[in-house]
């Protein structure tokens, strides 16, 4: 909605509501504050799932690597 349509907006519903101070222009800055706040908490909760997924990749990477490399490790200690 551009911004010429919320200036004509019907302020009586607004101010019915007690929304906003009675301005569109106010119910847009709270609507865009709550979409904000919602993508901010969202990116949060992605990136928290992320860096427990990548902490876990770490745990089976060094796993197999320890699997890996035990065997040659063992074959150089029985040549000592």
């Known amino acids: 909605m551009d911004n010429a349509t919320w200036s004509n907006y019907d302020t009586s519903l607004i101010l019915n509501n007690g929304l906003?101070?009675?301005t569109a222009d106010g119910l847009k800055t709270q609507i865009i504050a709550s979409i904000a706040a919602a993508n901010t908490s969202r990116i949060n909760y992605i990136q928290g799932v992320?860096?427990?997924r990548r902490n876990r990749l770490m745990e089976i990477n060094a796993d197999h690597v320890l699997k890996v490399v035990a065997?040659?490790?063992l074959q150089l200690?029985?040549?000592d």
């Open 77 to 79: 200690d029985l040549l």
């Open 71 to 73: 065997p040659f490790e």
């Open 20 to 22: 906003a101070g009675g």
């Open 50 to 52: 992320l860096q427990k």
